[in-house]
């Protein structure tokens, strides 16, 4: 688990992190998302202890990585988005100078080659760094950082500068960690957070301007549902019927026998629905939950975007 609490970042007169506050749950993957210059970068070197805040406190596993640095740092994995690497070592030679740095305590060889295949090293174990390709040196930072196995594993923009087929593999490979450790990464790549993360923290120039749940964000953002439905009968009809159920905010007629209903979150109004146009005799053709798209509520939080 990681605790962040209320915590700040001045350089000089600029607040690069304004009043973050944030948890991180054993097992979930969280998705730091904001544009270029939220503040992203510096809250992750916050929370790994590279910097250090101008207030509030981290907590690693209930460890203060100021007052407790070397405990609470023992408990985490970082990637950072250029992962330092020593490019004349070989990729295995590496990874034994990391354990020996790292003074892990766990079986040397049989440790170095389990991290070794849970990110895919294996066959190029014996290759030195220098020789490989971007997709494969950024595999040897994160197998590095998996070395003793640290229960928090955090990732700076893990997939910048890889191609498509690298992009997914690494996907595939944090949703795998996720299962066993906690993982903060940050992008400002929206399908990417859509693809890995079970809950997003929203930055935008330095605040915390969401947190939610990926399948909960527009709800969140907009404060409320919406429902697309298809139904027979005059507009006016369907509108006084669908307008009567308890929870509905606004109805709009789209066009046609098309509806979008606005509805508060905290209340599900399908069944609701459904009773109302039935005794109003006006068929339900089709019913769809929706909302804004994580595009348009990305661009509303960080740029004011229009509802």
């Known amino acids: 688990m990681v605790e962040v609490k209320h915590l700040s970042k001045h350089y000089g007169r600029v607040l ?9 749950n054993p097992g979930e993957i969280l ?28 907590e690693i596993e209930g460890c203060d990585i100021l007052k407790n640095p070397k405990e609470a740092k023992a408990k985490l994995g ?14 295995k030679r590496y990874l034994e100078f990391i354990f020996d740095l790292k ?11 389990e991290v070794m295949e849970i990110v895919k090293l294996s066959d190029v174990a014996g ?17 590095g950082a998996l070395i003793g196995n640290p229960p928090v594993m955090i990732l700076d923009e893990p997939t910048v500068g890889l191609d498509p087929k690298q992009i997914i593999e690494t996907r595939k490979l944090i949703k795998t960690l996720g299962k066993k450790h906690t993982v903060i990464f940050s992008s400002h790549v929206l399908s990417e957070v859509s693809a890995i993360c079970d809950r ?24 409320a549902g919406m429902l697309s439905l298809e139904v027979e009968g005059a507009p006016s009809k369907v509108k006084a019927a669908l307008s009567s159920v308890d929870g509905v905010r606004k109805v709009v007629n789209t066009s046609g026998n098309q509806y979008t209903v606005y509805y508060h979150t905290d209340v599900d109004i ?16 089709s019913m769809t939950m929706g909302g804004l798209s994580l595009e348009e509520s990305f661009l509303k939080l960080t740029e004011g975007g229009e509802d």
């Open 16 to 24: 690069a992190v304004d009043d973050i506050s944030f948890t991180a």
């Open 31 to 58: 998705g730091l998302l904001g544009p270029n210059g939220a503040g992203k970068s510096t809250t992750l070197n916050i929370i790994t202890g590279y910097l250090s805040s101008s207030s509030g406190s981290v």
């Open 78 to 91: 970082y990637l950072p988005e250029q992962p330092p690497l020593y490019l004349e070592m070989t990729v």
């Open 103 to 113: 003074k892990v305590r766990l079986p040397k060889k049989e440790h170095i080659d």
């Open 127 to 143: 290759r030195v760094i220098r020789n490989l390709s971007k997709g494969y040196r950024q595999r040897v930072g994160l197998a």
């Open 200 to 223: 997003v923290v929203l930055i935008s120039k330095g605040k915390i301007v969401a947190d939610s749940p990926i399948d909960k964000l527009s709800e969140v953002i907009s404060g």
């Open 270 to 285: 399908r069944r609701g629905v459904f009773n109302a146009l039935a005794k109003a005799d006006c068929p339900i053709l």
